[in-house]
């Protein structure tokens, strides 16, 4: 069965760093691209960050520009997200989602994602 | 950046109508749009991918079309299922940007 499972969401205060991993399991990982996705409670989608199979391509949105860092590790089919600088406006629920491409394409399976609140 | 804008915003349907949704993209995107669908409390599922493609076990009745910056969802008639909220991605020159969704709702 292909799944993907987040962890590592928590509360958190503002300026502090949280780590994201999403482990991933029946497909062969290092064929596609990963990505993170967030939903803010009540809100809509935010594209976050993609890294493509071989982690020689990877983008940010520019809300996370700069504070963020997507990594993967194909030999443990693992996909993680370091954050730093946490806001407020951070808070919400982080998906992990696998391309249906080695590199940008759209999103074919999804976890259930992880919950970071960033609060004091 | 691309913006991606979807219309309605809020669609009101009964079950059996045609329903559709519409996305424009800021620029030019080619046919690289996808469509996901997402039900309260669960992850979005992709429904169609590259414009038109229909993801595998997404019921026929959804259908997608549009290439450039004009882009539309149809359901062909509406389930009781098919209440949800719906948005368009594109991945054409950056990795991806959503549309603010369109959710359908009872009538």
């Known amino acids: 069965e292909v799944q993907l499972v987040e962890s590592g969401g928590a509360l958190v205060q503002p300026g502090r760093s949280l780590r994201l991993s999403c482990a991933a399991s029946g497909f062969i990982f290092d064929d596609y691209a990963m990505h993170w996705v967030r939903q803010a409670p009540g809100k809509g989608l935010e594209w976050v960050s993609g890294?493509?199979?071989?982690?020689?391509?990877?983008d940010y949105a520019d809300s996370v520009k700069g504070r963020f860092t997507i990594s993967r590790d194909n030999a443990r089919n693992s996909l993680h997200l370091h954050m730093s600088s946490l806001r407020a406006e951070d808070t919400a629920l982080y998906y992990c989602a696998k391309d249906h491409r080695s590199s940008g394409g759209a999103l074919d399976i999804w976890g259930q994602g992880t919950m970071v609140t960033v609060s004091s | 950046d691309i913006q991606m804008t979807q219309s309605p915003s809020t669609l009101s349907a009964s079950v059996g109508d045609r329903v559709t949704i519409t996305c424009r993209a800021s620029q030019s995107i080619d046919h690289w749009l996808a469509w996901y669908q997402q039900k309260p409390g669960e992850a979005p599922k992709l429904l169609i991918y590259?414009?038109?493609s229909l993801q595998s076990g997404v019921p026929s009745r959804f259908s997608g079309s549009g290439s450039g910056t004009e882009f539309s969802l149809t359901i062909s008639s509406l389930q009781p299922d098919d209440f949800a909220t719906y948005y368009c991605?594109?991945?054409?020159?950056?990795?991806?940007?959503f549309g603010q969704g369109t959710k359908v709702e009872v009538k």
């Open positions: 590259d414009a038109g």
């Open positions: 991605q594109q991945y054409n020159s950056d990795w991806g940007t």
């Open positions: 890294i493509n199979w071989n982690s020689d391509s990877l």
